[in-house]
């Protein structure tokens, strides 16, 4: 529908929990699987399926095929502007309401926040040390001002390294498998306290 691929996965959901791309999927379905022995079942029967959009520009695809499936669903989606516009906009087409949605949110970070700023970032240090040679324990990267993604450019171009798209993507893949490795010692306390709230919502819904 609306040039939406529905994957075989899909078929038996009975929740979706849509999120912005295939990394967020990555680290959701480690961290749930780990915290939530009702949510590793469902994910693993296929009952609760995680399903990244590619962005927010097409929210409303997405939910037409949950309504296909007769699904429940849920978006998961980083607490920015992107996001917060993304949740209004399908709110105001009826096709969101408050409890359909959660914004990335962490009591240390009263402006904008996505998933990667959940994470303990001593799970990905060495590696980007390795593979990049830019060392994010310098204060710059520390502080919790601006947005996992904001902060690692600045680190980078600091470091006098290129910081593009590609540049992005590749650290947040790299992230990805660090959690996927490790989902037990990923998470920040503040990280830890949202997802809870994320897996009762979840949890409630099934």
């Known amino acids: ?24 999927r990555i680290v959701l379905n480690a961290l749930l699987k780990h915290y939530s022995v009702n949510l590793k079942d469902a994910i693993i029967d296929n009952e609760l399926v995680i399903h990244p959009m590619g962005g927010t520009d097409h929210i409303d695809m997405h939910l037409s095929t949950a309504r296909i499936m007769l699904a429940d669903h849920h978006l998961f989606l980083d607490g920015d502007n992107a996001g917060r516009e993304a949740i209004k906009r399908e709110n105001a087409i009826g096709l969101v309401n408050a409890t359909d949605y959660t914004l990335s949110h962490y009591t240390d ?14 799970i990905y240090h060495d590696a980007i040390l390795d593979q990049y040679g830019v060392d994010i324990s310098v204060g710059s990267f520390k502080a919790r001002n601006r947005k996992w993604s904001e902060r690692m450019k600045i680190v980078f171009v600091n470091a006098g390294k290129l910081f593009d798209d590609a540049t992005l993507n590749a650290l947040k893949c790299l992230v990805a498998q660090k959690v996927q490795a490790n989902p037990a010692v990923a998470l920040r306390p503040e990280g830890l306290a949202m997802l809870q709230g994320l897996i009762g919502t979840l949890e409630a819904k099934l």
């Open 1 to 24: 529908i609306l040039g939406v691929k529905l994957s075989d996965n899909l078929f038996n959901a009975r929740l979706l929990l849509l999120v912005e791309g295939v990394t967020d």
């Open 109 to 122: 970070m009263p402006n904008d926040c996505e998933m990667e700023d959940m994470l303990d970032d001593a």
